[in-house]
């Protein structure tokens, strides 16, 4: 079965560029979430999506980061206009209502990186 | 929401038992702790996780002391592989979505 895939893995782009970033979660997960880590710090959430909804933004900074999720399905989070201060991994985690209540267990895709030079 | 104090860093040899500790005084009494890691340019990976009981799986075990304050992960014969960050979660009953990740222990498993 296939993971949480992201992309893209790398991303460098000059400050005041747009930026997005794909998450396909695994398959019939229903909940899915946007961390961001910065280096040498553990992820910090931006936001989850139980389907379509966005049940949980309040980390999410919504002057110049946006994120979608139609269909319930996959997600893209994007960032208009960049800055510095948002070079950082950007991780994208799933994970399904039995899990989660049995085990609360994430699945996480490897991440991107974000340079913004 | 119960915060976790874990050392920064930890050195384990090869083919020894590595054991990392967390305290988390605040845990409340249906809090759950869970561990994850994260090795390097990884995404984290859920290891396990306990109430109150010891618990183990093919990973790992979970030593959760009597008054629930603190908690050691133990890996029984760390590989080059294990090193990773690893980090130590309190979760809330009713927040099933809500993870404090910390900035976790680094653990070094060296030959």
């Known amino acids: 079965e296939a993971g949480v895939v992201q992309s893209p893995r790398y991303k460098i782009i000059e400050k005041k560029q747009p930026v997005a970033f794909w998450c396909n979660p695994i398959?019939?997960?229903?909940?899915l979430y946007w961390y961001l880590q910065n280096l040498g710090q553990g992820p910090e959430l931006l936001i989850r999506?139980?389907?379509?909804?966005?049940?949980?933004d309040s980390q999410l900074p919504k002057d110049r980061f946006s994120a979608e999720r139609l269909k319930g399905v996959d997600s893209t989070l994007k960032i208009q206009p960049a800055e510095l201060g948002d070079s950082a991994v950007y991780l994208c985690?799933?994970?399904?209502?039995?899990?989660?209540?049995?085990?609360?267990?994430?699945?996480f895709g490897e991440g991107s990186r974000l340079t913004v030079l | 929401d119960a915060k976790t104090t874990q050392p920064t860093s930890m050195d384990c040899a090869e083919g020894r038992a590595a054991n990392l500790p967390c305290n988390h005084s605040t845990i409340s009494g249906n809090e759950y702790v869970y561990w994850y890691r994260q090795i390097h340019s990884q995404g984290p990976q859920y290891i396990i996780h306990g109430l109150k009981n010891n618990e183990t799986n093919e990973m790992a075990s979970l030593i959760i002391t009597e008054d629930r304050k603190s908690s050691t992960l133990i890996l029984p014969h760390a590989t080059l592989r294990d090193t990773a960050v690893y980090y130590c979660i309190v979760k809330p009953k009713y927040n099933f979505n809500k993870f404090y990740f910390g900035s976790g222990t680094k653990l070094n498993v060296k030959p």
């Open positions: 999506y139980e389907n379509e909804e966005a049940v949980d």
């Open positions: 398959s019939g997960h229903n909940t």
């Open positions: 985690a799933s994970s399904s209502p039995g899990t989660t209540q049995d085990t609360g267990e994430l699945f």
